[in-house]
């Protein structure tokens, strides 16, 4: 049974930095393409950043380019996203997840894609 769980997430300010990660269990994360999405208050969920099996390849968000980093090491069965230079419209409960991909270097944004969820972690930017 895939379980994936999320931590990292916290209060922070304005311009600081958090480093989200999503250990992943019960699958073999080798054969899994993992996104990072969020949900922001009154607003649907959306895609953050995604990165291949292989790491090779990764897709990010525009509100997050230049800002945010996904990364895996797939030995330690986690993935992180490192977040940088952080904004109030940040704000959201972020969730980890796993696509069973066709390729080892396919990365998908669409959350219909992926096969299993984390349950979420807290992020709130503000002074």
């Known amino acids: 049974q895939a379980q994936l769980v999320e931590s990292g997430g916290g209060l922070v300010q304005p311009g600081g930095s958090l480093r989200l990660s999503c250990v992943v269990s019960g699958i073999t994360l080798d054969y899994y393409a993992i996104g990072w999405f969020r949900q922001a208050p009154g607003k649907e969920r959306a895609i953050v950043a995604a990165?291949?099996?292989?790491?090779?390849?990764?897709a990010y968000a525009d509100p997050v380019k230049g800002r945010f980093t996904i990364s895996r090491d797939n030995a330690k069965n986690t993935v992180y996203l490192q977040m940088n230079s952080l904004k109030p419209e940040d704000t959201a409960v972020y969730y980890c997840a796993a696509d069973r991909a066709y390729s080892i270097v396919a990365v998908t944004t669409i959350q219909s894609e992926y096969d299993y969820w984390g349950q979420g972690t807290q992020v709130t930017v503000s002074s």
């Open positions: 990165i291949s099996e292989n790491g090779v390849n990764t």
